[in-house]
């Protein structure tokens, strides 16, 4: 269990790493490549638009197929985007970019369940640790990503960036020998589809049950959308306030470490007092962090609240994550729901962050994700009153 936590963790790195490399050139090469300027970032719209549509599909192909294919997709996705990338800026084509950037979302899709093949055949006791120690892979990919856009932009001098690109070829075949290196699932040793899980049947009343999945995408979508959004706005507030970029940079540094770093033990934090209690700390956590970005919005201010808002990302994240592990009922079903609704919100906070900086600003921004925080909180609460309740009907069914 141990050596397969770690090769996902691995494999988690370089995911999140070629994630990374896209965010940072894809604004660039696009202002570049399209044909009018406010269309610059329509490839990282392409690619997140893609990681919705797919995410579902590819959770229920993996109950059909096995895991593995999938990801092994996902490789090919990665390199094929690498090769799209480079081409399109020989090219100058805009529209090979954007298919280059949507194969892309194809990768994010099967990539992101890593965290939940890693789980897979654990007692759920075990889930939240090992969920979390794969999601450390992301404070890897959080310096060398930036690293490895910079260095690689002229490693081919008359085509910029064209090596960022093809640098996801060797990230793919890196995460290639990666996925050789792990156990097969039993679909694929077998050579059949894999068996369908057997859950109690429950009645057509008992839509109490679901109260969990929505406390859980509710935590981690939320989570993401709101931590995109204000990590995004932080940049634009301290260029406003006329901070140096390095600076800026090591704000943004020191969000990534404590979104990441709080891996390394929240996993026995979960299992220790429950993934339902860790959601509640963060909560209150990110509500702490945005008050201080309110009322402290100088410089030290923004860099407390963005660490404040990494750890609460942190615990709603990995939090929600355990929640969906550990619940009754078809799990490729639950985890492809969960995906894409937090591929949905990441998207939307992502692209809403710059519009709603200068038409509402900063502190005002803060405001509205506190207000949109308070719904999930409320539901996790009404779902703590439930859960005696949920309880008793789970083993009445069990019994009967």
Same mark, same amino acid.
């Given at each position: 269990m141990r050596m397969q936590t770690w090769l996902y963790s691995a494999a988690q790195a370089?995911? &999140?790493?070629? #994630?990374?490399?896209?965010?940072?050139?894809?604004?660039?090469?696009?202002?570049? *490549?399209?044909? &009018?300027? =406010?269309?610059?970032?329509? =490839?990282?719209?392409?690619?997140?638009?893609?990681?919705i549509v797919c995410s579902y599909l590819l959770s229920m192909s993996m109950k059909r197929f096995g895991r593995r294919p999938i990801f092994f997709l996902g490789t090919f996705a990665l390199a094929l985007g690498g090769i799209l990338g480079a081409w399109s800026i020989?090219?100058?084509?805009?529209?090979?970019?954007?298919?280059?950037?949507?194969?892309?979302?194809?990768?994010?899709?099967?990539?992101a369940f890593f965290r939940f093949a890693a789980t897979d055949g654990l007692q759920d006791k075990d889930k939240a640790k090992v969920l979390s120690l794969v999601t450390l892979g992301g404070i890897v990919a959080a310096f060398i990503g930036p690293v490895i856009a910079q260095h690689s932009r002229l490693l081919i001098e008359q085509y910029a960036f064209s090596g960022s690109y093809l640098v996801f070829t060797v990230i793919a075949a890196l995460v290639f020998l990666l996925l050789l290196a792990l156990p097969a699932?039993?679909?694929?040793? =077998?050579?059949?589809?894999?068996?369908?899980?057997?859950?109690?049947?429950?009645?057509?009343n008992a839509k109490v049950l679901s109260l969990p999945l929505f406390v859980a995408i509710y935590s981690s979508g939320f989570g993401?959308?709101?931590?995109?959004?204000?990590?995004?706005?932080?940049? &634009?507030?301290?260029?406003?306030?006329?901070?140096?970029?390095?600076?800026?940079?090591?704000?943004?540094?020191?969000?990534?470490i404590a979104m990441f770093l709080p891996s390394l033990f929240m996993g026995r934090i979960i299992a220790a007092i429950g993934a339902q209690t860790v959601i509640f700390g963060g909560y209150l956590t990110m509500f702490v962090a945005m008050l201080v970005a309110i009322y402290a919005s100088g410089y030290q201010g923004v860099l407390i609240a963005l660490i404040g808002i990494g750890v609460g990302w942190n615990m709603l994240y990995v939090g929600g994550s355990a929640m969906v592990a550990t619940l009754p009922g078809d799990a490729h079903k639950l985890q492809g729901i969960n995906e894409s609704a937090v591929a949905f919100l990441n998207t939307i906070? #992502?692209?809403?962050?710059?519009?709603?900086?200068?038409?509402?600003?900063?502190?005002?921004?803060?405001?509205?994700?506190?207000?949109? &925080?308070?719904?999930? *909180?409320?539901? *996790?609460?009404?779902?703590?009153?439930?859960?005696?309740?949920?309880?008793? *009907?789970?083993?009445?069914?069990?019994?009967?």
């Amino acid at each position: 269990m141990r050596m397969q936590t770690w090769l996902y963790s691995a494999a988690q790195a370089l995911s &999140l790493t070629s #994630a990374v490399i896209t965010v940072s050139i894809s604004p660039i090469v696009g202002k570049a *490549l399209a044909p &009018l300027p =406010s269309l610059s970032t329509l =490839s990282y719209g392409v690619q997140f638009a893609a990681v919705i549509v797919c995410s579902y599909l590819l959770s229920m192909s993996m109950k059909r197929f096995g895991r593995r294919p999938i990801f092994f997709l996902g490789t090919f996705a990665l390199a094929l985007g690498g090769i799209l990338g480079a081409w399109s800026i020989v090219q100058h084509s805009f529209y090979i970019n954007l298919a280059a950037h949507a194969s892309f979302g194809v990768t994010i899709s099967a990539f992101a369940f890593f965290r939940f093949a890693a789980t897979d055949g654990l007692q759920d006791k075990d889930k939240a640790k090992v969920l979390s120690l794969v999601t450390l892979g992301g404070i890897v990919a959080a310096f060398i990503g930036p690293v490895i856009a910079q260095h690689s932009r002229l490693l081919i001098e008359q085509y910029a960036f064209s090596g960022s690109y093809l640098v996801f070829t060797v990230i793919a075949a890196l995460v290639f020998l990666l996925l050789l290196a792990l156990p097969a699932d039993k679909s694929e040793a =077998s050579g059949q589809p894999q068996a369908k899980e057997t859950q109690p049947s429950l009645p057509a009343n008992a839509k109490v049950l679901s109260l969990p999945l929505f406390v859980a995408i509710y935590s981690s979508g939320f989570g993401f959308m709101l931590m995109a959004l204000l990590m995004m706005q932080s940049s &634009l507030k301290m260029d406003a306030m006329g901070v140096a970029f390095a600076d800026i940079m090591f704000v943004i540094q020191c969000h990534v470490i404590a979104m990441f770093l709080p891996s390394l033990f929240m996993g026995r934090i979960i299992a220790a007092i429950g993934a339902q209690t860790v959601i509640f700390g963060g909560y209150l956590t990110m509500f702490v962090a945005m008050l201080v970005a309110i009322y402290a919005s100088g410089y030290q201010g923004v860099l407390i609240a963005l660490i404040g808002i990494g750890v609460g990302w942190n615990m709603l994240y990995v939090g929600g994550s355990a929640m969906v592990a550990t619940l009754p009922g078809d799990a490729h079903k639950l985890q492809g729901i969960n995906e894409s609704a937090v591929a949905f919100l990441n998207t939307i906070g #992502a692209l809403s962050a710059g519009a709603l900086f200068h038409a509402i600003g900063w502190e005002n921004s803060n405001w509205l994700a506190m207000s949109l &925080l308070t719904p999930g *909180l409320l539901l *996790l609460v009404f779902s703590r009153f439930s859960k005696v309740k949920n309880q008793r *009907l789970v083993a009445g069914l069990v019994k009967s």
